[in-house]
């Protein structure tokens, strides 16, 4: 029961659908890389981005006009305590200190229960008092986070959700679908750092921006059905699941995800030709050779809600 009031306390059942405004824009987040190094200068017409197989008119927004809301989601259960809850918590502060002056930031903690240790805003010093407070503790309810995390509607900024865990779910109420569909009605891009290997076929584009050996675990040969549920969900929104190996490469991740976050194109249009209500599969490319593209892959916009007057 505590799991559910967690929800509504963190005002789930407020949150608006982030697809919805007065003109109907679509936002998309893309990272473009060549040989593991980020591509810049892009323009619009560089990108094509088609929404149910029907070509958009994009624009680029730039980033000074976009700025990051970036909400921390630490999983802190019992199997996290000791070194491995120190190296998280200097992890988390690297991420802030890389925050530029116009971001937000949000803390939240979750083990069995669901904690908002401080709402999105740019009091990042205030974010490292809470982390101050933070303790480890409880089983693990990552699927419950994460759907609050990305049902939420979090500051003024685009919303970047930044999520750690060191093991499988022990005590969610929600289920997988939940989560996977809560990915796609979110507009928050979502990566999540696990400390389990990915198979080497399935490594997102983005982990060749990460040069060192936090990110040099031995892939395994199959992946588990609890990675392939996170790595759908990030990548789902445009991120990806970064496998570390140990604690003490998790100042490095969260690092890394930080830079390629900066590196990212914001991509804006206002969906034309196809039904607004529904869901939307999502192609993105670019007119260059030899890039690798990486984006959201599909979005919902959830049906008015019943009217019972």
Do not use: K, M
């Given at each position: 029961m505590r799991g559910l009031v967690a929800l509504l306390a963190l005002g789930l059942a407020q949150a608006p659908s982030v697809f919805r405004t007065e003109v109907e824009l679509v936002y998309v987040d893309v990272f473009v890389t060549k040989k593991g190094a980020p591509v810049s200068g892009l323009e619009a017409g560089d990108f094509r981005v088609e929404d149910n197989g029907v070509a958009q008119r994009v624009e680029v927004v730039g980033n000074e006009l976009v700025p990051t809301t970036a909400v921390l989601v630490l999983d802190t259960s019992a199997s996290v305590a000791g070194s491995k809850l120190v190296h998280l918590k200097e992890a988390a502060r690297v991420f802030l200190a890389g925050l530029g002056e116009r971001d937000e930031a949000a803390l939240v903690t979750f083990s069995h229960e669901l904690m908002l240790l401080k709402d999105a805003s740019r009091d990042v010093a205030g974010v490292g008092s809470a982390l101050d407070r933070v303790s480890a503790r409880g089983g693990t309810a990552l699927i419950d986070a994460l759907y609050v995390c990305l049902k939420r509607?979090?500051?003024?900024?685009?919303?970047?959700?930044?999520?750690?865990?060191?093991?499988?779910?022990?005590?969610?109420?929600?289920?997988?679908?939940?989560?996977?569909?809560?990915?796609?009605?979110?507009?928050?891009?979502?990566?999540?750092?696990?400390?389990?290997?990915?198979?080497?076929?399935?490594?997102?584009?983005?982990?060749?921006?990460?040069?060192?050996?936090?990110?040099a675990s031995t892939p395994q040969e199959?992946?588990?059905?609890?990675?392939?549920?996170?790595?759908?969900?990030?990548?789902?929104?445009?991120?990806a699941y970064?496998?570390?190996?140990?604690?003490?490469?998790?100042?490095?991740?969260?690092?890394?995800?930080?830079?390629?976050?900066?590196?990212?194109?914001?991509?804006?249009?206002?969906?034309?030709?196809?039904?607004?209500?529904?869901?939307?599969?999502?192609?993105?490319?670019?007119?260059?050779?030899?890039?690798?593209?990486?984006?959201?892959?599909?979005?919902?916009?959830?049906?008015?809600?019943p009217d019972f007057h």
């Open positions: 509607r979090w500051g003024t900024g685009r919303p970047l959700v930044v999520l750690f865990t060191d093991g499988q779910d022990s005590a969610s109420w929600l289920e997988n679908d939940d989560l996977l569909q809560a990915a796609r009605e979110s507009s928050a891009l979502l990566h999540i750092v696990g400390t389990e290997p990915l198979p080497a076929h399935l490594r997102s584009p983005l982990l060749t921006l990460a040069r060192s050996r936090a990110f199959f992946e588990s059905g609890y990675v392939y549920l996170l790595r759908r969900a990030a990548e789902t929104t445009g991120g970064w496998p570390v190996e140990s604690a003490t490469s998790l100042p490095d991740a969260f690092r890394r995800i930080l830079e390629a976050s900066n590196a990212r194109y914001v991509l804006r249009y206002e969906a034309v030709g196809v039904p607004r209500v529904g869901r939307h599969r999502l192609e993105v490319s670019v007119r260059r050779r030899g890039v690798d593209v990486q984006a959201r892959r599909e979005y919902v916009v959830p049906g008015a809600p």
